[in-house]
């Protein structure tokens, strides 16, 4: 069957299902275990040659010190390594990226395993290659041309390739073994490396699921380049020499480190009751309990979920205490009765660029906006896992939205390869069943609930700035007529004075505070989306309509929706505008 990085591997080997998930309630006391199960990797890979002296100490130690180079710079993180277990360098990175980083491994072979195990000549390099496949996490076996392969010739070298293939674009930092030279035959060690400095791998040796999007743009990623003949290691990007971390992953562990620090008390609660919507273990096919890729993803899910909760309740109490700031710096600016009216403007107009500035350095809003495209991006990979679909989620972005989700798709690239466990099964009637309800349904009817509360907000506050703009004007008008009429009534003429300005520090904040909300733009965003479920969940109970196809299109509407929603939000600041 197809999987969700790739629909032409096959995946082996069955895990257990993460800390919190099995029916046994002891298992969610486990704190530890919880926070480990919900980090997200960083994914190595390999590629080498084979004729390596691999017990030479100065490489063995060049190796390991480039690994533990990368275990410093990634503290919080954990790592998954991808290798094809060929002999020579596969075999030392796995083995010494277990013992240094402790890593997990996913096995990408060119064949099933034992038409692979043909490949070894000697009892030796056959029991070095059973051991450290019974310690992978997983096996990826690409799928291209297996009838063709089976033998010899040019369509087996091309399998070899297509490992090559697959973990150049997979990792998100390549460790090659490589003397500099040539390669020495289709998808060497040479090979890999340009494919990984050029940022794409050619379409016929690509493992990715969906066809190459032309107007991607290509992004070089990490490479550590350790020279066999001098023992020397040079970190790349591209072409260019480059000190890691690459800017992406550091924020996957700064990501990883919250997690390890917040993921107790009532943020753990909070985790396991997102977690139980999302994917409520008395209400769901055995099947979704039984498959520990589904279970992974949905605790991913609601641990960003729950961050993203908590960010947004302080960025909304951020946007309140700036409305009001700006309230009281218009508010006095309006005074002629206040002899340190300007003292008091410049007071509250400077906390507002406080909060801004502290806000910043805090990453509020940017943590809210990223953790919950995160979320919703697993909210999607979830659903389309259990439904049948053998697609990757971070590959269904439009290319518009590659810069605004920065490192979002790297992790949701890291929680997906994390997730591979177990082959794919085509969705039954039940599965179905449970998609609509728990997602379908469930998202058309949170947006029509959001549409209410919105609506009547939206009213609200604008029936606010309309009045207070009206009786700001009103008093203006009362302020004239008493300067002509009574101009020895200036105590009214000062009260008139004050009243006016406060209305008119009323009404701009209002304006602030629901232009930095969104309302109107959210309204129409929750009105489409509750329609696009709607009719989603309808044709979804009518045969007729391909049950893969609709849960492919709501799935990448929600994902680029949710994407333009961030880049909207992001071009927005604390600060009010002039």
């Known amino acids: 069957m197809q999987a969700s990085s790739s629909p032409r591997a096959l995946f082996e080997n069955a895990l257990e299902p993460p800390l919190g998930f099995r029916d046994d309630a002891a298992a969610t006391t486990n704190m530890d275990d919880l926070k480990q199960q919900a980090l997200l990797p ?18 063995v ?34 083995r010494l990226a277990t013992d240094c980083l402790d890593a997990h491994t996913i096995a990408v072979l060119p064949f099933a395993v034992d038409e692979y195990r043909k490949d070894f000549t000697t009892p030796a390099q056959l029991d070095e290659f059973n051991e450290l496949h019974k310690l992978a996490r997983t096996v990826v076996v690409p799928q291209h041309e297996m009838a063709e392969a089976i033998g010899s010739g040019e369509a087996r070298n091309r399998q070899y390739a297509r490992v090559g293939g697959y973990i150049a674009e997979h990792s998100q930092i390549l460790i090659a073994i490589w003397d500099g030279e040539d390669a020495r035959g289709t998808g060497g060690t040479a090979d890999v490396v340009r494919w990984r400095e050029a940022g794409h791998v050619p379409p016929a040796f690509s493992c990715f699921d969906e066809k190459t999007n032309v107007l991607r743009a290509d992004k070089p990623r990490p490479l550590v380049h ?206 179905l069943e449970a998609v609509n309800k728990l997602w379908l349904r469930n998202q058309a009817n949170y947006f029509n609930g959001k549409i209410k509360s919105l609506s009547r907000q939206t009213k609200r506050w604008k029936r606010f700035a309309l009045v207070t703009f009206i ?69 979804l109970q009518i045969t007729q309509y391909p049950a893969d196809q609709i849960l492919l299109r709501i799935g990448r509407e929600a994902l680029n929706e949710n994407a333009t929603w961030l880049w909207q939000q992001k071009e927005t600041s604390v600060r009010p505008r002039k």
């Open 42 to 59: 960083v994914i190595l890979g390999v590629t080498g040659h084979r004729k390596l002296n691999v017990n030479d100490k100065a490489l």
């Open 61 to 94: 130690d060049c190796v390991r010190a480039e690994l533990l180079k990368i275990k410093a710079q990634f503290p919080h993180s954990p790592f998954l390594l991808l290798t094809g277990l060929a002999d020579g360098a596969d075999r030392l990175v796995a």
């Open 226 to 431: 350790i020279d066999p003949k001098n023992y020397k290691a040079r970190n790349l990007t591209g072409r260019v020499e480059s000190a890691l971390p690459d800017p992406a992953l550091e924020t996957i562990d700064n990501y990883n480190r919250e997690v390890e620090i917040r993921l107790h008390g009532d943020i753990a609660a909070a985790v396991m009751r997102s977690r139980e919507e999302l994917m409520p273990l008395n209400n769901v096919p055995d099947s979704w309990k039984r498959d520990p890729g589904a279970v992974k993803l949905a605790l991913n899910f609601a641990t960003a979920d729950v961050l993203a909760g908590d960010y947004q309740k302080k960025d909304n109490t951020l946007i309140l205490v700036v409305a009001a700031a700006f309230f009281l710096a218009m508010s006095f600016a309006n005074q002629t009765a206040v002899t340190l009216n300007t003292v008091f403007f410049l007071l509250f107009m400077g906390l507002i660029l406080i909060l801004d500035r502290w806000a910043k350095r805090r990453k509020i809003e940017d943590r809210y906006f990223d953790y919950r495209a995160l979320a919703e991006g697993l909210r999607v990979a979830f659903f389309w896992r259990v439904g049948g679909i053998h697609r990757s989620v971070w590959l269904n972005y439009l290319s518009e939205h590659t810069n605004v989700l920065s490192w979002v798709r790297d992790a949701l690239h890291s929680a997906e390869l994390f997730a591979l466990s177990t082959n794919h099964r085509p969705a039954a009637a039940e599965d």
């Open 471 to 539: 009786l700001s004007w009103v008093f203006a008008a009362s302020k004239l007529a008493a300067q002509l009429e009574w101009q020895r009534i200036r105590a009214v003429i000062h009260l008139l004075t004050a009243i006016g300005g406060v209305m008119i520090g009323a009404g701009l904040a209002s304006e602030f505070f629901a232009r930095k909300k969104g309302f109107e733009a959210l309204l129409k965003r929750y009105t489409l989306s509750a329609e696009l479920y709607a009719r989603a969940s309808d044709r």
